[in-house]
Structure formats: C-alpha cells, structure tokens
C-alpha cells in the first residue's frame, strides 16, 4: 500500500507560479512511475505529467514549456513546478503512482491516489 499526499495548491493570479508536491509512504517510491492529473468541475479527470523510474519525464501539450515534474527519490516525493498559470488550469490536482516504472497517460494504469489539491488561477 502507497500513500500518497499532496500539498501546495492554493489560489493565485494569471501569471503567477505554484509548486506541488507530492509525499509518498513506502519503500519503493524509486521504482514507481509517478503522475499528476486534474479535474476541473464538469469535466473528466485529465493527464498533466509524468515521470518514470529512470526520471524520464512527458507532457500533455497544454502544459509543456510551463510545467516541470521532478522527484526526489531521497525524501519520496514527487514535484510539479507550474508556471504562467492561466484560468483554464484551475482543477483539483491528484498525484498518482504506478508500480510499473514506465509511463502512461491514462488514469486507470495508476494504482494509488492522493486526495487531491485544489488549484485555483483567477484572471
């Protein structure tokens, strides 16, 4: 069993930056494929980033070039680093983790959840 709990989100301007973070219970954080995801109200859970095992990292369009995600295998947490925030990132963001090592895009390939943090970007 993971545990997973994230932290940082809050409400911020247009423009502005946030970093989440994710903190992991268990002995295998290095070898799990770790993932951000979000829902806004009204619409269906969306993948944002991921990082592998090897620290390989992917992007949905949306977010590249504004969003980072990094881990720190020694403090079992995983990072997302938003920048230039825009209204249309405001969503509950959910951290996942997957005990295959490599990346997917989709919800159901992630095996543990965090309970969300709340994101909000007013114009």
């Known amino acids: 069993q993971v545990l997973l709990v994230e932290s940082g989100g809050g409400l911020v301007q247009a423009g502005d930056s946030l970093r989440l973070s994710c903190a992991a219970s268990?002995?295998?954080?290095?070898?799990?494929?770790m993932g951000w995801f979000r829902q806004a109200p009204g619409k269906e859970r969306e993948f944002i980033a991921a990082?592998?095992?090897?620290?390989?990292?992917y992007y949905t369009d949306s977010v590249k070039g504004r969003f980072t995600i990094s881990r720190d295998n020694a403090k079992n947490t995983v990072f997302l680093q938003m920048n230039s925030l825009k209204p249309e990132d405001t969503a509950v963001y959910y951290c996942?983790?997957?005990?295959?090592?490599?990346?997917?895009?989709?919800?159901?390939?992630?095996?543990?959840w965090g309970q969300g943090t709340q994101v909000t970007v007013s114009s």
């Open positions: 996942a983790a997957r005990s295959l090592g490599v990346v997917v895009t989709w919800s159901s390939g992630y095996d543990y």
């Open positions: 268990g002995r295998s954080f290095g070898s799990y494929a």
């Open positions: 990082i592998s095992w090897s620290s390989g990292t």
